[in-house]
């Protein structure tokens, strides 16, 4: 069966991540997550202590430093220099920082290069904010996922608490709205729905809803090419 490229994108706790992850278990693709990618940049800046107006510091981080994922099983380990940083990315401290380390272009020339050899010879599953549009223009296909602001912070809210975390649901609906914000305003491939993107709003749905609505999807496709 031909193995095609799926980008998927959306905003932040839309329910990409777990989709694109699911998708990807189903079809026996390999998941690529690119805002772990970015993450991982952004959590080495903070460790640095650099600030995150310091462009040139920000650029001698990305081109030194290797981020890897590494699939185990059906699940993805973000390497980070060798160091398995898959939690530490998830960090509040993290997810505040990460749209300022992902708007400077030198990053993104980076990691977007590294996405698209892992891209090249099909059989994956990228997801993130600027797939569709700048990193994979070419996808086989593309998805553009949506979901309210307030669905999206009780996902978040759920999220954290798993880990222990307890945040109030207002307060991170206030941050998903500047996240929103930021991404949909950065100079460099700000986040956007691809003009021949489907889109899929999550709101209502359940997580198996939305790996059925791409994988047929996805299936049309596999089913009507060469």
Do not use: C, W
């Not at 650029?59 to 590494?70: F, S, Y």
């Not at 980070?80 to 530490?88: A, H, W, Y």
């Not at 090249?120 to 223009?137: A, N, S």
């Amino acid at each position: 069966m031909r193995k095609i490229v799926i980008a998927i994108d959306g905003p932040a706790a839309s329910g990409k991540s777990t989709t694109a992850k699911l998708v990807a278990v189903r079809l026996g693709y390999l998941h690529i997550d690119t805002g772990a990618m970015y993450r991982a940049i952004t959590l080495r800046v903070l460790e640095e202590g650099i600030s995150l107006e310091d462009a040139d510091s920000i650029k001698r981080v990305a081109k030194q430093t290797k981020v890897r994922l590494e699939r185990t099983g059906h699940t993805n380990r973000v390497l980070l220099d060798g160091r398995d940083v898959t939690k530490e990315i998830r960090s509040r401290d993290v997810t505040r920082s990460v749209s300022a380390i992902s708007s400077y272009q030198p990053v993104r020339d980076v990691l977007v290069r590294e996405q698209r050899r892992m891209a090249r010879d099909g059989g994956v599953v990228l997801e993130g904010r600027d797939i569709g549009t700048v990193v994979l223009p070419g996808a086989d296909l593309k998805i553009y996922i949506i979901a309210s602001a307030g669905e999206r912070a009780t996902r978040r809210k759920k999220e954290l608490e798993l880990s222990g975390t307890i945040v109030d649901r207002q307060v991170l609906e206030g941050e998903i709205l500047e996240r929103d914000r930021k991404d949909t305003t950065r100079a460099a491939s700000p986040l956007q729905k691809a003009a021949d993107a489907i889109e899929l709003d999550t709101s209502s749905l359940t997580i198996e809803e939305q790996v059925e609505f791409v994988i047929a999807k996805a299936k049309e496709i596999i089913q009507q090419r060469p």
